[in-house]
């Protein structure tokens, strides 16, 4: 299965910072927001990952992430010219996806935790219709959110103004190639845009929608408002400090994914910092 990371948008609501770059590449408490995403990709098992960007950031993440390579996956860079939708960006997947299922996450979200990755691993080659993750939040108004019923998911909603449900989509999808289809089926919404909850909105219709709760005792945050970036941020720190470890050290996992032998990942840790340091501290796995 191949991964997606939208990194593009205008990320209005981190306004001044984002006139100067993507969100994306803003700092998550020690390294770039786009880790995070990275990391869960990579800890699932996917290797062949496609960036999708603006042509004002895409050298800017080439120069961070090159062209994975060096932490033994592959990465590409796509850039969606106008910021209409990342339904409208999926469109440019195609011929990098080709006909087997594939992820999409967006690069602004942290998933800390393994009950995700779990999830992802099960995907098989020939699995079919759509997967959303969900999450229960306290302010469903700000987020889509899913009703259940039955066992069954019987309607989605778009930040809704009095919400009947606390389950939140979270930013990461599974989707089969009849995404290409739904597109092409989609109306442009009054942000004009072509949406993803319209895509999941046809697949709902064609009871072709999976769903999957995510235990709350793993942590989703959307870091795209400045209190949601700190709340983040002081999680990372937190759980660094007390376990000792780094969260999202991509070059850590590509090692215990057996990407890249022990060999390599020391010439990843060559700079002097509290990061390359704890690159150099990992231990050879017996």
């Known amino acids: 299965m191949k991964g997606i990371i939208f990194a593009g948008g205008n990320g209005t609501r981190l306004y001044p910072s984002t006139s100067v770059y993507s969100k994306q590449l ?8 786009i880790y995070y995403p990275l990391a869960t990709l990579m800890k699932s098992g996917i ?3 496609l960036v999708i960007t603006t042509k004002e950031n895409c050298n800017l993440f080439k120069k961070l992430l090159l062209d994975g390579k060096q932490l033994g996956i592959k990465i590409e860079y796509k850039i ?20 087997e ?5 967006m690069g602004d979200n942290l998933i ?20 959303i993750f969900c999450y229960k939040v306290r302010n469903p108004k700000d987020y889509g959110v899913i009703n259940i019923k039955d066992g069954k998911i019987i309607k989605i909603e778009e930040k809704p103004k009095n919400p009947t449900s ?25 942000r004009n845009e072509l949406e993803i909850p319209d895509i999941n909105k046809l697949y709902l219709k064609n009871k072709t929608l999976k769903y999957k709760i995510i235990s709350n005792k793993e942590k989703w945050i959307d870091i795209g408002t400045p209190e949601n970036l700190l709340f983040a941020s002081s999680f990372i720190y937190n759980t660094q400090k007390k376990n000792k470890t780094i969260v999202a050290c991509i070059e850590e996992i ?8 022990i060999n390599q990942l020391k010439k990843l840790g060559k700079n002097n910092c509290e990061y390359g340091e704890y690159i150099l501290s990992i231990k050879e796995d017996k």
Request: net charge positive; charged share 25%; hydrophobic share 35%.
């Open 47 to 49: 290797t062949d990952i």
């Open 112 to 131: 800390y935790g393994n009950e995700v990755v779990s999830e992802i691993r099960k995907i098989s080659n020939d699995f079919s219709g759509a997967k």
């Open 26 to 33: 803003i700092n998550l408490y020690d390294k770039p927001a």
């Open 166 to 190: 606390d389950l939140a989509i979270m930013g990461i999808y599974i989707y089969d190639k009849n995404v290409f289809k739904c597109i092409k089926n989609i109306s442009i919404s009054e």
């Open 80 to 99: 969606q010219k106008k910021p209409n939708g990342c339904a409208a960006g999926l469109k440019l997947c195609k011929s990098f996806v080709k006909k």
């Open 101 to 105: 299922p594939f992820c999409v996450i």
């Open 254 to 261: 590509a090692y215990h994914n057996k990407y890249i032998s």
